[in-house]
């Protein structure tokens, strides 16, 4: 059975930094593209940082330079590190799996970041 936990959300101050984590298991990881993607109140889930299995990440212009995706296929470990968050970081972010190569799409069931003063 997939099972996706995240972690390492919290309350950070505009400017703080955040780490979060996304354990898997019942996967091979490296037979996945893994994404963070984030979902405000009232907004729809957005992507904001991808990483095929290759290695090869992706952003979106709202976080790049800010945010960094990275993997540990090993530990099965997925990271998002948050740099100068800003109030309108603030959203549940999940962990996502998706399939190289076949069908299959897995969600973590996310993470609170709030970002505020």
């Known amino acids: 059975q997939v099972q996706l936990v995240e972690s390492g959300g919290g309350l950070v101050q505009p400017g703080g930094s955040l780490r979060l984590s996304c354990v898997a298991s019942g996967v091979t990881l490296s037979r996945y593209n893994t994404g963070w993607y984030r979902q405000a109140p009232g907004q729809q889930r957005e992507l904001v940082a991808a990483?095929?299995?290759?290695?090869?990440?992706n952003y979106p212009d709202s976080v790049k330079g800010r945010f960094t995706i990275s993997r540990d296929n090993a530990k099965k470990m997925v990271y998002l590190q948050m740099e100068s968050l800003k109030p309108e970081d603030t959203a549940v972010y999940y962990c996502?799996?998706?399939?190289?190569?076949?069908?299959?799409?897995?969600w973590g069931q996310g993470t609170q970041v709030t970002v505020s003063s």
């Open positions: 996502n799996l998706k399939g190289v190569m076949f069908r299959a799409d897995f």
């Open positions: 990483i095929t299995n290759s290695g090869s990440t």
